[in-house]
């Protein structure tokens, strides 16, 4: 469920806590090695959206060729099939 809401708030806190140690860490990652997430992250965006287009993979976990399968058949089959 969205929002977590069999969570305790102390937990909720904690999942933040990681959350936030990911984010430094990556921005940081990205800071040393040169890379610049202003362009990376909106390029890998557009690539997921090709690979898992939301009128497909909405509210499901198929690998992308499962998609790839479903516009390969012209939209009438394979296991990305809604």
Excluded: W
């Excluded at 937990?11 to 610049?36: F, M, N, Q, S």
């Excluded at 690979?51 to 976990?61: E, I, L, Q």
Aim: aromatic fraction near 8%; glycine fraction near 10%.
């Amino acid at each position: 469920a969205r929002g977590l809401p069999d969570f305790p708030e102390k937990e909720k806190v904690h999942i933040g806590e990681e959350l936030a140690d990911v984010l430094i860490y990556t921005v940081r990652l990205a800071h040393v090695c040169d890379i610049p997430l202003e362009t990376c992250i909106p390029r890998k965006m557009a690539m997921n959206g090709a690979k898992y287009p939301a009128d497909k993979a909405r509210g499901r976990s198929d690998k992308y060729t499962a998609y790839q399968a479903f516009a390969d058949a012209g939209g009438r089959g394979g296991r990305g099939a809604t």
